[in-house]
């Protein structure tokens, strides 16, 4: 007859034993979801923050806010991308290093700068198929001097190192970042400049005032020769094509009162140059289509030697067809030849508006 108490008591323990084994395996199946929650909660989390990132940077770089442009706003956008894939890396570099900080492992801090340089390349390439934009170098620079300088600031130095001197390249890191910054006081000093000179608009006495002008098919530098305000002349070599010329796109000032714009020109060689004298304001330069009967159009021919443009503005207030051109935002001069068989070499002085008879300011 068997035991029926030990029986029962060895199903007990086996139970037991069964319940204790499901209980650790239904820790184990926690603590393991658990980590995976954690784990998936961090991918999650880096993910977001590198979708946002790129938002902002598709924000920043591919919409247009509209609003008045400037020469100063100009100069600000530029140098932006300095301080934008500054930060860019630096966000690359903390996901790289697991969201903490410091970061002291250098191979993070080189995937960073190629990442965010690789960005910077890939945002300029469909720039360049994007309305209003366009891919240029210099904001790959740029993007470049921003991701090295951050990531070489925020790389983490021993006290030996700082003793040993090693700061002097953190110091260079800041020493780049002002000098990139240098041109948005250079120009701000220009514009501040052009608008005490202004009716005057053009001399070339100033390096920096050659940043106003715009060429296409042309090689423009200042020159002594053939100046008749100051000590420099505009001396613009327009290479054959099929519009060489310069723009000046950078205007300031009111030009409702004044009666003629003027300015010199001396033609070298011994035949005439035909060009044609081109101005717009900002409703035009505004508008998706750009038609030539709104905007003022003059041919001129110059002469050989030296001679002074004059150009009624009563003639360009009423040139655009259907409107008044707005002469208190006048934002374009332009002088073009057209189908230019040949180099020509061209010298430009003095632009200035003009009031009553007199020909000088």
Known sequence: MP?????????????KGILGLISLVVDFLEVVTYSKL??????????????????????????????????????????????????????ILWVLGGR??????????????????????????????????????????????????????????????RRSGVWWWKAACAGSIALAAAPIALTALDVRRMEGAFPLLASFETRIEM????????CVSRAKEHATHGVYALMARLAPGEFPGISMRWLEGDWRGYERLCFEAFLEGDRPLAVT???????????EVQNYSDRFNKRLVLQPGAQQIRIDLDEVRTAPQGREMDMSRVTNICVFAYRLGEERVVYFDRFRLVRGSGLDI
């Open 38 to 91: 954690m784990r998936l909660r961090g991918v999650f989390f880096e993910a977001g923050v590198l979708v946002v990132l790129l938002g902002v940077l598709s924000v920043l770089l591919f919409v247009d806010f509209g609003g008045e442009s400037s020469r100063v706003a100009d100069e600000v956008f530029n140098f932006g991308h300095l301080p934008l894939f500054g930060v860019t890396a630096l966000v």
């Open 100 to 161: 903490t900080w410091p970061v002291r492992d250098w191979r993070k801090y080189a995937v960073s700068f190629a990442a965010a340089l690789g960005l910077g390349v890939v945002t300029e390439v469909v720039q360049s198929y994007t309305p209003e934009r366009y891919f240029e170098l210099q904001d790959i620079v740029y993007d470049a001097l921003g991701a090295f300088t951050f990531l070489a600031l925020a790389y983490p130095s021993h006290r030996a190192s």
């Open 211 to 218: 940043d106003r002008w715009e060429t296409e098919g042309c």
């Open 3 to 15: 035991k029926t108490g030990s029986s029962i008591t060895e199903n007990i323990s086996i139970i």
């Open 277 to 287: 004298v081109r101005i717009h304001d900002e409703i035009h330069g505004r508008s």
